[in-house]
C-alpha cells in the first residue's frame, strides 16, 4: 500500500447561527438584534500589522467589554487569527474588501472589477465559515450614486453569491438618499459626519429618519461618524 504523509492541517471550531434581514431589522437566530459596533483598524504603535496575538486578543476583550456586538474591521481582510477571536467572544463581525475612494479609480475599468472580485473571491474562501462574520463589506465611500459605480456594485454583489455562508452583503456609502446601490445590499451603513466635514451634530437624527424613510426595507447602520475618525 502507499504511504501517505500528511502536509498540511487547518482546524476549525465549528459554530452555527443564522442571520437575515426583515421588514429593515436585523435577525440573528431568529430575533431581532440592535447592532453596536466599533470600527478597528489593524494596526498597533511599533508593531504596526504585525501585532502580537496577545495585544489582538486585548483589543476584542476591550471591545466586548465596552458592550458591543459588532466589530467592522477596518477597510481589508484582517489576519485569520481575528476571526477566530471573534467567533470565540461572541462578537460579529463586519468585513470587507479594501476597495475605499471616489477619486483616482475608474469604475467602468474591467481590471478594477476582476481585481476586486479577486480579494472578494479571496476572503470569502478563507473566512466565510467563521460564525462570527455575519457582513460582507463591499466598498466604502466610492461613487456608488453614479451609474458606472452602481454597476461595480451590482457585478461584486451577483460574483459573491455563490460564495455566501449566510453573511449579508453590506457597503458603507456617504450618499445617503442618493445611494442608488443599496438595492444590491441587505445592509446600508452610512458614514455621517455632521459637525466635522460639514452641517452640524444635531442633523443626524433628521438625516437618519430621512435615509431610513427611502431605503424602508434595507437595514441601516451608521459605519462611521465622528470628527477626523
Known amino acids: 500500500k502507499e504511504k501517505f504523509k500528511l ?4 482546524e476549525y471550531k465549528i459554530g452555527f447561527r443564522k442571520i437575515l434581514v426583515q421588514g429593515g431589522e436585523i435577525y440573528l437566530n431568529g430575533k431581532p438584534i440592535k447592532i453596536k459596533g466599533i470600527s478597528r ?11 502580537p496575538k496577545e495585544l489582538i486578543e486585548q483589543d476584542f476583550k476591550k471591545i466586548k467589554e465596552l458592550g458591543a456586538n459588532l466589530v467592522r474591521l477596518g477597510h481589508y481582510p484582517n ?8 467567533d470565540e467572544l461572541g462578537l460579529l463581525v463586519w468585513e470587507e474588501i479594501p476597495l475605499w475612494g471616489k477619486w483616482g479609480l475608474d469604475f467602468s475599468s474591467k481590471e478594477l472589477l476582476e481585481s476586486a472580485k479577486t480579494e472578494l473571491k479571496q476572503l470569502l474562501i478563507r473566512d466565510r465559515n467563521h460564525p462570527s462574520l455575519i457582513m460582507i463589506g463591499l466598498a466604502n465611500e466610492i461613487s456608488s450614486h453614479r451609474t458606472t459605480g452602481r454597476q461595480f456594485i451590482k457585478e461584486l454583489a451577483e460574483f459573491s453569491k455563490p460564495l455566501l455562508n449566510q453573511q449579508l452583503l453590506t457597503l ?34 433628521t438625516k437618519l429618519n430621512f435615509t431610513k424613510k427611502t431605503f424602508p426595507s434595507k437595514a441601516i447602520l451608521v459605519s462611521e461618524y465622528g470628527a477626523d475618525a
Not at 502536509?7 to 487547518?10: A, E, G, T
Not at 445617503?176 to 437624527?205: C, H, M, P, R, T
Open 7 to 10: 502536509i498540511d492541517q487547518l
Open 41 to 51: 483598524h489593524h494596526f498597533y504603535p511599533f508593531y504596526y500589522q504585525t501585532i
Open 79 to 86: 489576519p485569520a487569527y481575528v476571526l477566530k477571536i471573534c
Open 172 to 205: 458603507a456609502s456617504d450618499q445617503f438618499e442618493k445611494e442608488s446601490a443599496g438595492e444590491f445590499v441587505e445592509v446600508i451603513g452610512f458614514n455621517y459626519y455632521f459637525g466635522w466635514y460639514g452641517g452640524k451634530i444635531d442633523q443626524l437624527k
